[in-house]
């Protein structure tokens, strides 16, 4: 099974950008569809973004939508998760995880590999 790892977290003003990369395990991901994924304290995990693992059609959740930007790196074993204006609010832990199939989802039971996350913490 692919392993996932996250890495870019850290403590930022609001209004600062901050990168996110998932890198995975295996020299690809399997084909299905990686997304990124948050949660921050007493709150349900919730969906930020997500691209097929061949690197196209990247969607996102509209409380990101024009402030975040999801990429797949040339090597194609890794995703990043670049994020700009970024808000008090998009305080959380931010995972990474891999759907296996081409079905676009924003459904976490659908994600069946995952990340151990990064902390992102954004100060007023």
């Known amino acids: 099974q692919v392993q996932l790892a996250e890495s870019g977290g850290g403590l930022v003003q609001a209004g600062d950008s901050l990168k996110l990369s998932c890198a995975a395990s295996?020299?690809?991901?399997?084909?299905?569809?990686v997304g990124w994924f948050r949660q921050a304290p007493g709150k349900e995990r919730e969906f930020v973004a997500a691209?097929?693992?061949?690197?196209?059609?990247?969607y996102y959740a509209d409380s990101v939508k024009g402030r975040f930007t999801i990429s797949m790196a040339s090597a194609m074993n890794t995703v990043h998760l670049l994020m700009n204006n970024l808000k008090p609010e998009d305080t959380a832990v931010y995972y990474c995880?891999?759907?296996?199939?081409?079905?676009?989802?924003?459904?976490?039971?659908?994600?069946?590999?995952w990340g151990q996350g990064t902390q992102v913490t954004i100060a007023s």
């Open positions: 995880a891999l759907a296996r199939g081409s079905a676009y989802t924003r459904h976490k039971v659908d994600f069946g590999s």
């Open positions: 295996s020299d690809r991901f399997v084909v299905g569809q």
């Open positions: 691209i097929s693992s061949a690197g196209y059609n990247p």
